[in-house]
């Protein structure tokens, strides 16, 4: 059975760092495209930053870019979300997914293109 896991969000003040994880058990993702999207209260879910391990393209949001950087660590099956400079308006549950079927320029940044998604970390961000 697939599972992501993230772990890593809580309470920070604003110009912080926090570091998500997203582990994933079930099946190997070395390969797949992967991303964080986040879901703030009474919105929809918007995409943050996604990469496409062996195709070497990787996606910011505009909102998050030089301040949020995406890596990996194959051994542990982990992907990271490192965030930086917190604002108050990063404030939502954070999701990792996987992607197993197209993912490309055109829809990385949809909800639907993603197969497998976790349960989510709440990050809050004070200000």
């Known amino acids: 059975q697939v599972q992501l896991v993230e772990s890593g969000g809580g309470l920070v003040q604003a110009g912080g760092s926090l570091r998500l994880s997203c582990t994933t058990s079930g099946r190997t993702f070395a390969l797949n495209p992967m991303a964080w999207f986040r879901q703030a209260p009474g919105k929809e879910r918007e995409f943050t930053v996604g990469t496409h391990w062996s195709g070497g393209s990787t996606y910011y949001a505009n909102v998050v870019k030089g301040r949020f950087t995406i890596s990996r660590d194959n051994a542990k099956n982990t992907v990271y979300l490192q965030m930086d400079s917190l604002k108050p308006e990063d404030t939502a549950v954070y999701y990792c997914?996987?992607?197993?079927?197209?993912?490309?320029?055109?829809?990385?940044?949809?909800?639907?293109?993603?197969?497998?998604w976790g349960q989510g970390t709440q990050v809050t961000v004070s200000s």
């Open positions: 997914a996987v992607a197993v079927g197209l993912w490309n320029s055109g829809n990385y940044y949809y909800p639907r293109t993603y197969d497998y």
